[in-house]
């Protein structure tokens, strides 16, 4: 369990659970990009969420520059970028936006976790949303930039 | 080695980093089976004998909870291995899917060499 308010994700949880979960997954090394540091990375192109519900429900965002997704499905299949097919590539981002997705709920619960995790969905980067609406952190991935966001929607 | 194994995940790069965690664990190429749903394992199941199933839960068209719950059903097939490959955290889904006699829950996001040690496990081989 995190150390936030009970159904709460602080963003240094969130980023936690987004490298940890990048790590595991694939071996790519990821870090919180401060503020400077996020400006020099390339801009978003894709994104993936994934909804889950039970005593409160939210929203998992997960939006990447081009190259993330591939050069994450690269190192988890032992290739070279260049060898990923994009539709692989954006598969990739789905899935880690349900990977990640899991994680939250698993945080958010704990060992009796009491949330269902939706099916994970693509959409456009732009449609994301706000800080003011949600907890955000930006990840540079490898010199890719990696936004995570968590969302708390109305019951 | 004479073992059939069948990956049931509808994310193709997750099938594809299964597939090559299944050959390091000793699993001949034309022995791993793929399907992106439980409908599409189920047919598989029809035609070939499969040994062990790495199993995906939140899946479109039929998740893995109802597949393994047909797969149970089905007295041909009630011996088949299967085990839990899934990001699925639900306490309540879980017990149901023990119930059904999953032999282990591997949660996303796993390490490779974790996989690669239940899959030795279950078909014989020592990791």
Redesign the interface.
């Known amino acids: 369990m995190n150390d936030a308010r009970p159904g709460e994700l602080d963003p240094v949880r969130l980023a936690n659970l987004a490298i940890?979960?990048l790590e595991?997954?694939a071996m790519v090394i990821a870090d919180i990009a401060e503020a400077e540091d996020a400006d020099q990375l390339p801009p978003l192109d894709e994104a993936a969420c994934v909804d889950y519900d039970?005593p409160c429900k939210g929203r998992v965002w997960i939006a990447a520059s081009d190259g993330f997704g591939a050069s994450v499905?690269a190192s988890?299949?032992?290739v070279d970028p260049s060898e990923v097919p994009p539709?692989?590539a954006a598969?990739?981002i789905?899935?880690l936006a349900?990977?990640l997705?899991?994680?939250v709920?698993?945080d958010l619960?704990g060992?009796?976790?009491?949330?269902?995790?939706?099916?994970p969905r693509r959409c456009p980067a732009t449609t994301c949303p706000t800080s003011d609406e949600c907890t955000r952190i930006v990840l540079d991935a490898e010199g890719e930039r990696l936004e995570v966001r968590w969302q708390p929607l109305a019951a | 080695m004479n073992c059939n194994v069948l990956v049931v995940d509808?994310?193709?790069?997750?099938r594809?980093?299964i597939r090559?965690v299944a050959k390091l664990a000793g699993v001949e190429e034309d022995q791993i089976f793929e399907a992106g749903n439980g409908q599409e394992a189920l047919d598989v199941l029809e035609t070939v004998w499969i040994d062990l199933v790495l199993l995906d839960l939140?899946?479109?068209v039929m998740d893995g909870e109802e597949f393994a719950r047909r797969v149970r059903q089905n007295h041909d097939l009630a011996d088949v291995a299967i085990v839990v490959v899934?990001?699925?955290?639900?306490?309540?889904?879980l017990d149901r899917m023990r119930e059904l006699g999953t032999l282990e829950v591997l949660?996303?996001?796993?390490?490779p060499e974790d996989l690669r040690r239940i899959i030795g496990t279950v078909i014989g081989v020592a990791p």
């Open positions: 940890d979960a595991r997954t039970g499905a988890l299949l032992g539709d692989q598969a990739m789905d899935e349900n990977i997705g899991g994680s709920i698993l619960g060992d009796n976790c009491p949330f269902r995790l939706g099916l | 509808d994310s193709p790069v997750l594809a980093a090559k939140n899946m479109p899934s990001t699925e955290a639900n306490r309540e889904r949660h996303k996001p796993f390490e």
